[in-house]
């Protein structure tokens, strides 16, 4: 019984810090995806933009569960748990709009796109940190 609850308590330990390393490389993933395509824009470097734009949607798939994300919210929030998720969306939409406007050429477009991923990421941190 003690050994079970001693089992019981270690798995769910290691999932919080599991879900902590899995929130923490999304985040760095997308931070750094943002920063080269700011970088991109101001110097006109289009590959830059493409590779932050893969950063971005790759941390982004890796926090984008309700389960996961809800985890984050404070017990008086956790009933906006879809909004946070939205915001997650909105950036997977967001990059694809961003990309097709870069292959279009039609970067004004593209960098709507771009402010409005920040607008999404500002969105869900609003929600867990209670802006
Ligand atoms: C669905 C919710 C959500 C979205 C969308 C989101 N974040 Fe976060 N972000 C979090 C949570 C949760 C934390 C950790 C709690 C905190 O920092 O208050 C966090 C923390 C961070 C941190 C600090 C990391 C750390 O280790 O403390 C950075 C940097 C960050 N986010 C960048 C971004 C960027 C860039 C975007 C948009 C491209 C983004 N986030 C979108 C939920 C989100």
């Known amino acids: 019984m003690k050994l079970g609850k001693l089992l019981i308590a270690g798995f769910l330990a290691f999932s919080v810090a599991q879900a902590e390393d899995v929130m923490q490389k999304s985040m760095s993933m997308m931070e750094e995806g943002m920063t080269q395509i700011q970088q991109g ?68 477009k593209a960098s709507n796109a771009y402010s409005d991923i920040l607008n999404a990421c500002s969105s869900c941190h609003a929600l867990v940190r209670n802006w």
Do not use: M, P, W
């Not at 932050?52 to 309700?66: I, M, R």
């Open 41 to 108: 824009f101001l110097n006109n470097n289009i590959a830059l933009i493409e590779n932050g734009t893969k950063l971005v949607n790759e941390g982004n798939s890796l926090f984008n569960k309700k389960e996961v994300i809800g985890q984050y919210l404070t017990e008086e929030k956790k009933h906006l748990v879809n909004v946070a998720v939205n915001a997650s969306k909105r950036i997977t939409l967001d990059v694809n709009v961003l990309n097709l406007n870069l292959e279009e050429k039609a970067y004004i």
